[in-house]
């Protein structure tokens, strides 16, 4: 692991990036503004190394960034419908910063915190752990939470991503990783041409404002059932209300026999370039997210604008507005718990069709 000097934030405070590295070549750039992935630079099936991961060239990209490149987000990643929720008979209400709704954890979620970096001794040479202490109130979430992330690279070129929190009082937390990934390392190609497959038999249907309605739908004969390989680009415009309302995928999978071990849950892989990414969680849902929102706006790595679906998300999580929806996973953390998450995000190459 090596750290150096990122930027210097409009506060004054500097931001470092961390380079990790392992025997394969494959090297994971991190930054502690936002405990975000940088850039990830893996091998295709010509051996040629690319960054398969959306973002800016400099730190000051980052800190104007409106769409969670890379970042962890939360308290509560997602939305929380009219950024209300009850917890033991009291009733919070947060920023709502997505129309009328709560998302990624309001104006200055964890994705604006400048983290700590843990002492390196505590590190591994392909490990680094980010701290943050969210105050009682921060955001107007209950509890004070101590939370902290690490990513670890490892030999069989996976990036795992284990969290570990505390809280003082009764509080919800849902973190998640909103890394976008270009498999063809050529960002200005949509994803259109990756094939998905996620393990779930079941979605949580949202109205037209991506707030679930509270039902748990069978994927059976709609375009939701991606548990064979489908092409994202056959699936993503197809006459189905849940598409329509998202402009493509956005939606959350049911993950299945969630019991909170790690499992595989999906896998993206692009023809082309031979490249794969399976992903593992022990996290109950799955937002699948094609960068329907992404307009161009924003200059991304080499100055090439940051567009629509130019990168897919696959952020591992409690269901969208779960904390009102008392039939689904409760993201609940109180006094004395240990809230613990693994994502690990594995890539690889093939250099056939199958
Ligand atoms: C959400 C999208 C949102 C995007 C950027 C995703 O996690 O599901 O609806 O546009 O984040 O904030």
Redesign the pocket.
Known sequence: MTVEEFGTLRNGNIAHLITLKNSNGVEVKLTNLGAAVVSISVPNKENKFEDVVLGYDSLSGYEIDA??LGCI?GRF??RIKAGKFELDGHVYQLACNNGNNH??GGLSGFNRKLWKIADQKFNTSESVTFLLTSEDGDQNYPGKVELSVNYLLTENNSVEIHYSATTNKPTILNPTN?TYFNLSGDFTRQIVDHLIRIDADFFTPTDNE?IPTGEILKVDNTPMDLRDFVKIGDGIDEDFNQLKY?RGY?QNWVLRNYDKRIKEVAEVYHQNSGRFLKTYTNQPGL?F?TG??LNGRAKGKNEIPVNTRTGF?L?AQFYPDSPNHSHFPQPVLRPGEKYTQTTVYQFGVRSTSN
């Open positions: 769409y969670c987000t990643a997602n998302l990624h909103h991506s998202a956005d937002q997210y329907n929102s998300c952020e």
